[in-house]
């Protein structure tokens, strides 16, 4: 009961902080540099009717309002997903983002489920092995993993596997002109998919390999692990049961982060390798000076990584039913 | 046993009295066993391999960065495409064994140099722009005179035929049909995509791209040519009368020709945007743009001059007593003359380098010898910007954690002494500055910020958003800690005395949990430098031409240059790899001294 009290607390404290970032939102869309009147109006207007029908313009646009009022405004058309005009597309933005949108989420989604299917088993392992040889050449591998920022290994796998090795496009989403259904459009994008989430993968699991690791030995040193060996239990359950469920906390809270990080990350990723993703769009976006665009991304990422903190404390209440939570 | 004797000796009456009180032990044997915690943590990194590893790694590279430029000075605005993806390497000035003394003449081209023996057989070495350069055509006969350009060479051979090879586009390899129906050649010039000769009677002829260097030969002057020198845009020529002209049409920095030499004139030569001219009573004229210091002649060798040569940026002369002299642009040792033991003959010198032949055809040069990491698309070399580049990289990462590092103690320290109310507060404003999105944030804020103001500013502008963003971690950590201390019995006796309140979380809370900062500090080091690196390699960071890694890589983002000049992308690649690395391995091991417990992990 408290529990699930708590979590409408979160929720409603959470969607107070989304209206907070909004208002720094709207700063940033007031900042921007242009004056959208006179982007609006045609070049060759007679000077006599230019203040009238800038003045018109400026109504219709509802610039004659108080500030507050504009921002009322404003952010009622973000929520109903109507995120303005885009000069570049010519067309609305929530029309132009659907495709890009998926490519992003499809891309981080796929280097999630990596990183979780190695990062996690390896940082147990190393746990149970403490110190052998085998933990300390993965604790190198993983120290140089996160150190080394992703655009650095992109270039590396560019070179290695797309030129020297060409088993994978260099870039793109799909090859150029392929028409294809089913399982041959699957691979198509597989294969284009591989070096990006390969490229991605390897920082998310340097630190998660490495948090998995250290609260895996924190949990393995605990009483209840001697008592629940001595009971008999196999060392299966005993690490994977007992022990691992102690040692997510950490590991969730910093998933979390990794995770909110993976989707900004992504950015440069998809500038390297043309990911036809809301990274890529933005940085055109703002080269191509196409604010509203640009917004609606920077939107994207902020529900993103509220949502981000939404399931960490949902997370918490999940694996750990001693969690406190009133503070 | 003899060393603890010595010490007793010399210990004073005082100390033995003290000790005769304290009852046995000696005072150094004391002072060892009591340590204070930082001695502890000082003690415990230093036996840490990998993070000593880590410190010296990353503190060679910061020496490199900070020392080196001094030595190797770099011009950011400075560009040459002549010199444009040299791959690394040095060996540009090693004259070949068959070549040393029996060297007849030598030529210099923008990376390599080609010469001729007394027996007219040609070499070539140093780095090639062009594979088509090594192949050599077949017979050709006794050569005389040869000449190397930006990407092709042209000889003379004793039947007075011109043989050219190297680059052979852009109307390089057709040779005017005067010169190939038997005019009568005497010297040949490859220059920047043209080539020129001039014939016996005076004529000069040219070919290649002309759109480059567009000759115009004022009245008198075709036909009448004794000598000729030419750089990137213009072709200066000195008749046989010796007068001087610029072979163009417009009037410009060229044509800007003192009038008291005319008809005195011995040699010319040009260096980029400068002309120099020797008369015959051994003085030195020069006119034209004084860039990196290419008319700031030595006064000594005015009166002596007998022969000039012209490099980009420097001059070469001979003198009469057989010396060699040399000034200009200094940024590859090109007016570091070598010492000579014979009179000279002959100088050359091209582009960076600088060669010169003695009386018993013994070859001297200087100049430019190649490049550590080669250059870049823009003829910048790569070794120095990465010393730039990290330097930049650095400055920006630190202030930006110096920053965030100051906002997190304050906040944190308030927030935690506090508590309640001002608690709540503080910690929701962490919150939301955590859960705005780091990396596009900061790339929205730095496009639109960053439109309108000067270089200087673009780059305190990065370190400052980089700051504004990453404190929420810190302020964290030392909330946490603060919290910890504050019910411990020393602040009650702070409070007891009266002290204020600021000065209890800044001068006794504060140092308490200043090692939790230190190491926090170090990896946030590493994180705003990764920060920075991604920014500037995607162009919202700090821009050309200043050097950061991060934008030395961004040139260096398609797969031709992933593939064919690998050195503009591996080398900052590794150097930055590097650096995070170490800073890491410093900042676990500064951890696991601090805290024992973790070292079991």
New interface residues.
């Given amino acids: 009961m408290r529990k699930g009290r708590w979590l409408v607390k979160r929720l409603i404290y959470i969607v107070f902080?989304f209206f907070?970032?909004s208002i720094?939102m709207f700063a940033?869309y007031k900042?921007?540099?242009g004056d959208p009147v006179k982007m609006m109006m045609s070049d060759n207007v007679k000077p006599e009717v230019y203040q009238q029908q800038y003045d018109t313009i400026r109504k219709q646009l509802g610039l004659d309002q108080p500030v507050p009022v504009q921002y009322v405004k404003w952010i009622t058309n973000m929520l109903r997903g109507d995120f303005g005009y885009s000069t570049e597309y010519r067309r609305a933005v929530k029309d132009v983002i659907g495709v890009p949108m998926r490519n992003t989420v499809l891309l981080n989604l796929f280097s999630m489920v990596v990183v979780f299917l190695i990062a996690v088993p390896l940082g147990i392992t190393q746990a149970v092995k403490?110190n052998s040889i085998f933990d300390k050449v993965v604790q190198v591998i993983t120290?140089?993993g996160?150190?080394?920022?992703?655009?650095?290994i992109a270039?590396?796998a560019?070179?290695v596997f797309?030129?020297k090795i060409p088993i994978f496009p260099?870039?793109g989403v799909k090859t150029a002109g392929f028409e294809g259904t089913g399982i041959a459009a699957f691979l198509d994008a597989a294969k284009h998919m591989a070096l990006p989430v390969l490229v991605m993968s390897v920082g998310g699991i340097g630190s998660i390999a490495r948090y998995v690791?250290?609260s895996m030995?924190?949990a393995l040193r605990m009483d209840y692990i001697k008592t629940a060996r001595s009971k008999g239990l196999r060392e299966k359950v005993v690490i994977y049961v007992h022990a691992f469920r102690n040692a997510l906390i950490p590991i969730v809270t910093v998933t979390t982060w990794w995770l909110?990080?993976l989707?900004?990350?992504s950015?440069?990723i998809e500038?390297?390798f043309l990911w036809d993703g809301l990274g890529k769009m933005?940085?055109s976006g703002?080269n191509q000076r196409d604010f509203s665009v640009?917004l609606a991304?920077?939107m994207f990422?902020?529900i993103?990584?509220?949502l981000?903190?939404v399931i960490m404390d949902i997370a918490y209440t999940l694996v750990d039913p001693r969690v406190r939570l009133e503070n | 046993m003899a060393e603890k004797n010595k010490k007793k000796k010399s210990s004073t009456a005082q100390t033995a009295a003290k000790r005769m009180l304290l009852g046995g032990g000696t005072m150094t044997e004391e002072q060892e066993a009591v340590l204070t915690p930082m001695q502890m943590v000082f003690r415990s990194f230093v036996h840490d391999k990998v993070a000593m590893a880590g410190v010296i790694c990353f503190l060679f590279i910061f020496l490199c960065c900070v020392v080196v430029p001094f030595f190797m000075p770099i011009d950011m605005y400075y560009q040459d495409v002549t010199q444009a993806n040299v791959a690394p390497g040095f060996g540009m000035l090693e004259v070949p064994k068959g070549l040393q003394g029996n060297a007849k003449q030598i030529a210099i081209g923008s990376t390599f140099s080609v010469g001729i023996d007394e027996e007219g057989n040609v070499y070539e070495w140093g780095r090639f722009p062009t594979d088509k350069l090594k192949k050599l055509p077949s017979d050709m006969g006794k050569i005389t005179q040869i000449s190397a350009g930006l990407d092709h060479v042209v000889a003379l051979n004793e039947d007075g035929e011109v043989i050219t090879w190297g680059n052979d586009r852009m109307g390089l390899s057709s040779i005017p049909m005067e010169i190939r129906m038997g005019e009568k050649i005497v010297e040949v010039y490859a220059g920047y995509q043209f080539s020129l000769a001039l014939a016996e009677d005076g004529t000069l002829y040219n070919w290649g791209n002309s759109y480059l260097v567009d000759m115009k030969f004022p009245e008198g002057v075709q036909g009448n040519i004794a000598k000729f020198d030419a750089n990137t845009d213009i072709v200066m020529v000195m008749t046989k009368d010796g007068r001087v002209a610029a072979l163009t049409g417009k009037s410009n920095t060229y044509t800007a020709i003192p009038e008291e030499i005319q008809g005195h004139v011995v040699d010319i030569a040009v260096s980029d945007e400068s002309v120099a001219a020797v008369t015959d009573d051994g003085m030195v004229y020069t006119w034209g743009n004084n860039i990196k210091k290419s008319q700031n002649l030595p006064e000594e060798i005015l009166g002596h001059v007998t022969a000039i040569e012209g490099g980009r940026y420097h001059y070469v002369v001979t003198l009469d007593d057989g010396s060699v002299q040399a000034w200009g642009d200094d940024t590859f040792g090109q007016t570091r003359v070598p010492s000579v033991s014979a009179p000279v003959k002959t100088i050359v010198a091209g582009y960076y380098g600088s060669y010169a032949i003695d009386e018993n055809d013994k070859v001297y040069s200087w100049g430019l010898d190649g490049y550590l990491m080669g250059t870049d698309d823009f003829g910048r070399d790569i070794f120095r910007r990465l010393l730039k580049g990290g330097r930049m990289t650095m400055t920006v990462g630190a202030i930006a954690v110096i920053i965030s590092t100051f906002i997190g103690v304050i906040v944190g320290g308030v927030s935690g002494y506090k508590g309640g109310k001002v608690d709540n507060l503080l910690m929701?404003l962490t919150?939301?500055v955590s859960?705005?999105?780091?990396?596009?944030?900061a790339?929205?804020?730095s496009?639109?910020i960053g439109?309108?103001i000067s270089e200087t500013q673009r780059i305190i502008m990065i370190m400052i958003i980089l700051g504004l963003l990453s404190w929420p971690g810190i302020a964290r950590l030392v909330r946490g800690s603060v919290l910890a201390e504050r019910e411990q019995e020393f602040v009650t006796a702070a409070k007891a005395l009266g002290v204020k309140e600021w000065s209890i979380i800044f001068r006794h809370i504060l140092p308490n949990v200043i090692t939790v900062i230190i190491v926090n500090a170090t990896l946030d080091f590493?994180t705003c430098m990764?920060t920075e690196?991604?920014l500037s390699?995607?162009?919202?960071g700090v821009t050309e031409p200043n050097a950061t890694w991060g934008n030395m890589?961004n040139s260096?983002?398609s797969?031709t240059v992933?593939?064919n000049y690998?050195w503009r992308?591996v080398f900052p690649?590794l150097v930055?790899?590097i650096c995070?690395?170490s800073?890491?391995?410093i900042g676990?091991g500064l951890r696991d001294a601090i805290d024992p417990k973790?070292k079991?992990?």
Avoid: H
């Avoid at chain 1, 996160?146 to 650095?152: E, I, K, L, Q």
């Avoid at chain 2, 859960?435 to 944030?441: A, I, R, T």
């Fill in positions: 902080v907070i970032i720094l940033i900042a921007l540099p403490k120290i140089v996160y150190s080394v920022p992703s655009f650095v270039l590396l560019i070179y797309a030129i260099i870039s690791r250290a030995i924190d909110i990080g989707f900004g990350g950015i440069v500038t390297i933005m940085i703002l640009v991304m920077q990422y902020v993103l990584s509220l981000g903190n | 929701r919150e939301i859960s705005l999105p780091f990396l596009p944030f790339i929205i804020l496009a639109i439109n309108s590493a990764l690196s991604s390699f995607i162009g919202f890589l260096a983002r797969a992933i593939e690998w992308w690649a930055l790899a995070t690395i800073i890491n391995c676990d973790s079991e992990r």
